[in-house]
């Protein structure tokens, strides 16, 4: 993540995309320092804990960017975090301190065809990944979101298509990703793979692409965004185990 250090946003406005995404326009004074071009970025969303000395940051995705202003898209939850609680209530107006961009995620552009595999928490960078494809582009996105009232829109090429699949319950099946994987064409030529989503689908998506598909890792971007049964700060403690056993296994 950028060393940029917090600063309040303002929201704008508000507009409920599906069911269960929330889309929040951020902006003010503080995008005078907030880089151009990043969607996709990742971008943390601060919320201070009064009387202790660290605060709570929650990690979100600039779905979208204009002059003055960016969209965050949240997944709303009956038991959201603080992040999710917060936007479910947020009115234009309201001030939100934000740390951030980090580094764009991005598919490559010298890929011969383009895979993309999420769940709703990667859908806004999903979306801001189809949306700057070339018209030639091809290949194809596979998405968990939880109804089919949650299915989005995009403007695709014409060799691009998206498999929508269907989960009410997310994480609950860590193999639902990974058996549309198996399914789907393995086209030919030199993927461009961008993959993120829960810890456990994450990782048997992992072995399967280097193992069976022979993905070099180095040339895809795979990661959790998120770990049933645990919040943020102890995801974060699992993705570093994890990132350390990979490196030791040399895989």
């Not at 069911?19 to 151009?36: D, K, Q, W, Y």
């Not at 479910?88 to 951030?100: E, F, H, S, V, W």
Request: contains cysteine; proline residues 8%.
């Amino acid at each position: 993540m950028a060393k940029t250090p917090p600063r309040p946003f303002t929201v704008l406005a508000r507009q409920r995309i599906t069911p269960n995404m929330l889309r929040l326009t951020l902006g003010g004074e503080s995008m005078a320092t907030f880089p151009a071009d990043q969607p996709s970025a990742h971008i943390k969303l601060v919320f201070p804990r009064p009387g202790e000395e660290r605060n709570t940051m929650r990690t979100y995705t600039v779905r979208s960017q204009r002059d003055g202003e960016i969209d965050v898209d949240f997944v709303l939850h009956e038991d959201g975090g603080p992040a999710s609680t917060w936007a479910a209530n947020a009115q234009p107006g309201d001030t939100i301190l934000i740390a951030g961009p980090g580094p764009v995620k991005r598919l490559p552009e010298d890929a011969d065809w383009n895979l993309l595999i999420g769940d709703m928490t990667s859908l806004p960078a999903i979306g801001a990944n189809l949306e700057r494809l070339s018209a030639n582009a091809k290949g194809r996105a596979i998405i968990e979101i939880t109804s089919e009232a949650d299915i989005q829109a995009f403007d695709l090429p014409p060799g691009m298509r998206i498999d929508w699949l269907i989960n009410p319950h997310p994480g609950s099946d860590s193999e639902h990703l990974l058996n549309a994987l198996k399914d789907s064409e393995w086209l030919p030529g030199k993927p461009g793979i961008w993959v993120a989503c829960e810890f456990s689908a994450m990782r048997k998506l992992r072995r399967h692409l280097i193992d069976e598909r022979g993905v070099d890792k180095r040339e895809m971007y795979i990661s959790s965004y998120w770990k049933l049964g645990t919040s943020e700060d102890g995801h974060r403690k699992f993705k570093q185990q994890d990132a350390a056993s990979e490196e030791r296994q040399g895989a």
